[in-house]
């Protein structure tokens, strides 16, 4: 299916170090490696370099990210170029890998650079798709691998240090070859979903009258469809009356609340009123007595490590930043040397990062604004653990501490970043939080009523984060204190409730969904079983995947609450008769078996083979159940009129050049609708004129009366001077009137 015999055929020999290649992933890396080095020469393309833990003749060439691209099926045969279910399913026998346009220069460089090295060393980002990136680009140049030693660049940091000491201690390159077909396998099995998946709903939803793309994916299309099937739980929840009975508790004068223990939950009075006989309970006040005084020490360990999906839900909860948004500050703090390696799913450390963190404490310190104790300074399993990382460590600080000065500098949410990894990561070498709780049974009739209070002890690791206004403050709640076998008085009431619908997604709750497969796990504890979950998408891919939803009007962000556009469940109910596209459990299963092929436990063969039988059945499938399906046939007539209604929105008054057609809002401009007519109109008026935005009364008077009342403000793009002006329309055209 690939043609790669030449990187099997051999793992490197005894070749003679001559010529040595560094081959980053974009320039800002390579600039990187280059200031770790003691000389260096700036070239076109690439650098000269040399440094003691290099070979001579060294030098550095880079990608711009993914050089080497899948190609799009119209390359493969134009008949391609127009979507028709005639031809689906598109398999290639083949897949051919291109270059753009855009990047050949630099393609280039790096191939003959690559064709003259005896030695490559793989230095693209330190993760599966750092190896596609490196392995497609060898892998297009055509050179014999067989022929140079391939070795591997692995760190967590940029800071001069951890790239140095990474080129003393590179790895056999051979030794990712299998990352790189896991990465390469679901980039092709991607690339089968959506080239096949989109046209098909697409050409089908169109024939019954619907506009638009629907594009389909293997990671988001389950990912919308949970946002989907949230918005119909609360959509169709209906909010339920229940009782519960508390008591309130009168003893040495002072008052507290008690709850009925066990917990009980009544549906209505009659079953409140058979429940207080049953226990000899009458309503309003009445004796008791205190059964039993319990006082128990409890303490609380600070939060775990942060893997890139647990920072980028907190930073959602606290600053409701988007999680691709959160990704890319991470990345800017490491590419300034400041965080380690974002794209992590860890939650634990080794000792060596374990030791770095001690011996740099005091400087950590600097930015707390209260004295912490941190003075837990052995490893503790909980965050210390190196057999439980396996690529990349939980994301911490790096040895490199900056100034109050340089961290005031960076952007808000960079800064908020890095001040919450810092207090995250510090938190571990804190006491615990402690507080004494005290619980008080109190009988009354045949019936226990319990009330809990808390006080704290040591504030401990949470002091850490008290500065935080979003950080919830931890009450003190003192109960009276009471005597075994003590009367009391008990005034009975039933307190009405009702019950509550689900709780919308937020892009942090989602990205923790995704990865753990529609299991929603909202409280921290819960992180630590993530790590072995079956999740979909990866640390690197999810942020992406929200993104795209987005991009596309599929999923609508209000107020940090994410839901589903008309466009989304148009997609969702045409989607749901297929579970496969659907399922988070089986698309995680899917990611389970593409991390088998780097385990050299499956081919990647096998797994492609599985989703061309899966897109054969779409094919084969979808047509008749999109045709038949009534809930979705109504969808599809709601989203008609809902589309005619913002159309009719959208109109601004009568083309005046074709006479015919209706100048509508098309999101840059307004333009008119007549625009793919047998005679075509194409009258367009710009939203914005000499660095001024024109107000929809504008619009409409030029369309009208042909100009406009005089408009203040414009501003003169070649003397950059204000000025104000009528506009006009002339021959079709818009001018200034200054009459």
């Not at 630099?106 to 793989?122: R, Y």
């Not at 950590?364 to 439980?388: A, C, I, M």
């Not at 939080?433 to 009739?445: D, K």
């Not at 401990?460 to 003192?478: Q, V």
Request: net charge positive.
């Amino acid at each position: 299916m690939l043609d790669e015999t030449c990187l099997e055929d051999n793992k490197g020999g005894n070749i003679k170090m001559s010529n040595t290649v560094i081959l980053a992933e974009k320039p800002s890396q390579a600039r990187s490696y280059v200031e770790a080095f003691q000389k260096s020469t700036k070239k076109q393309g690439y650098y000269e370099v040399s440094d003691p833990v290099l070979p001579d003749n060294t030098k550095i060439t880079f990608g711009f990210g993914h050089l080497v691209e899948l190609a799009t099926p119209e390359k493969y045969d134009s008949k391609y170029k127009k979507w028709a279910l005639s031809n689906l399913p598109i398999f290639p026998e083949k897949y051919k890998f291109i270059v753009g346009a855009d990047k050949k220069n630099q393609f280039n460089i790096v191939k003959d650079l690559l064709n003259e090295a005896d030695t490559i060393i793989i230095a693209t980002d330190s993760d599966r798709e750092g190896e596609n990136i490196a392995w497609s680009i060898m892998t297009k140049t055509g050179i014999n691998l067989k022929n140079k030693i391939l070795k591997r660049l692995w760190i967590n940091s940029l800071e001069k240090e951890a790239i140095l000491d990474g080129f003393k201690n590179l790895k056999d390159g051979w030794n990712y070859y299998p990352a790189y077909k896991e990465a390469q396998t679901r980039q092709i099995s991607d690339w089968l979903v959506g080239m096949n998946g989109s046209p098909l709903y697409t050409l089908l939803l169109q024939q019954a009258g619907v506009k638009g793309v629907y594009s389909i994916g293997r990671v988001q299309t389950p990912t919308l469809y949970m946002v989907y099937q949230r918005d119909l739980d609360i959509k169709n929840f209906k909010p339920e009356p229940y009782l519960e009975l508390n008591a309130e508790v009168e003893a040495n004068s002072q008052k507290f609340v008690a709850k009925l223990d066990p917990y009980k939950r009544f549906l209505d009075e009659n079953q409140l009123i058979t429940f207080m006989s049953d226990k000899n309970l009458e309503k309003g006040l009445q004796g008791g007595l205190i059964k039993d005084i319990q006082k128990n020490h409890k303490k609380t360990t600070s939060p775990r490590l942060f893997s890139l999906s647990s920072l980028q839900s907190e930073i959602n909860k606290r600053y409701h930043a988007s999680a691709s948004d959160t990704l890319q500050a991470v990345q800017n703090l490491y590419e300034a040397k400041l965080l380690t390696y974002p794209r992590t799913d860890s939650n634990y450390i080794t000792e060596q990062e374990f030791n770095y963190l001690v011996e740099n404490l005091n400087g950590y310190l600097g930015f707390l604004s209260k004295d912490v104790s941190l003075t837990h300074q052995e490893p503790n399993k909980r965050y210390v653990n190196g057999t439980k990382v396996q690529e990349h460590h939980a994301i911490i600080m790096t040895k490199t501490v900056p100034t109050q000065e340089k961290l005031s500098k960076l952007p808000a949410l960079e800064q908020r970043i890095y001040n919450l990894v810092l207090r995250t990561t510090l938190a571990m070498f804190a006491d615990p939080y402690e507080y004494e709780e005290t619980v008080i049974l109190t009988s009354v009739g045949d019936a226990i009523f319990k009330a809990t209070g808390n006080v704290p002890k040591n504030q401990g690791w949470k002091l850490l984060f008290s500065d935080y206004k979003t950080e919830k403050k931890e009450e003190e709640t003192t109960l009276p204190l009471v005597e075994v076998g003590q009367s009391i008085s008990a005034n009975l009431a039933p307190d009405k409730k009702m019950t509550k619908p689900p709780v919308p997604f937020t892009e942090g709750t989602l990205i923790t969904a995704m990865k753990t497969a529609g299991k929603t796990l909202d409280d921290e504890e819960a992180q630590s079983i993530l790590k072995d979950s079956e999740g979909i998408g990866t640390e690197a891919t999810r942020a992406n995947v929200l993104d795209v939803l987005k991009k596309r009007g599929y999923l609508l962000t209000e107020k940090n609450k994410l839901h589903v556009s008309e466009q989304g469940i148009t997609l969702c109910k045409a989607v749901e008769l297929q579970p496969l596209l659907t399922s988070p459990e089986m698309t995680a299963k899917w990611e389970k078996a593409l991390k088998q092929i780097s385990q050299k436990k499956r081919t990647q063969e096998n797994f492609l083979n599985q989703i061309q039988q899966f897109i054969q059945k779409l094919v084969t499938e979808v047509p008749s159940q999109v045709n038949n399906d009534n809930s979705l046939n109504k969808q599809i007539t709601k989203q008609k009129d809902q589309e005619e209604q913002t159309n009719k929105n959208a109109e601004i008054g009568i083309c005046p050049i074709c006479k015919n057609g209706k100048i509508v809002d098309k999101g840059k401009f307004y333009g008119c609708t007549n625009y793919k007519a047998d005679e075509p109109c194409k009258f367009t008026l710009p939203k914005k004129w000499s660095n001024k935005s024109l107000p929809k009364t504008a619009i409409k008077d030029l369309i009208t009366s042909g100009q406009t009342n005089k408009i203040k403000g414009f501003k003169s793009n070649k003397t950059g001077k204000k000025f104000d002006a009528k506009l006009t329309i002339k021959e079709g055209k818009l001018s200034f009137d200054f009459g």
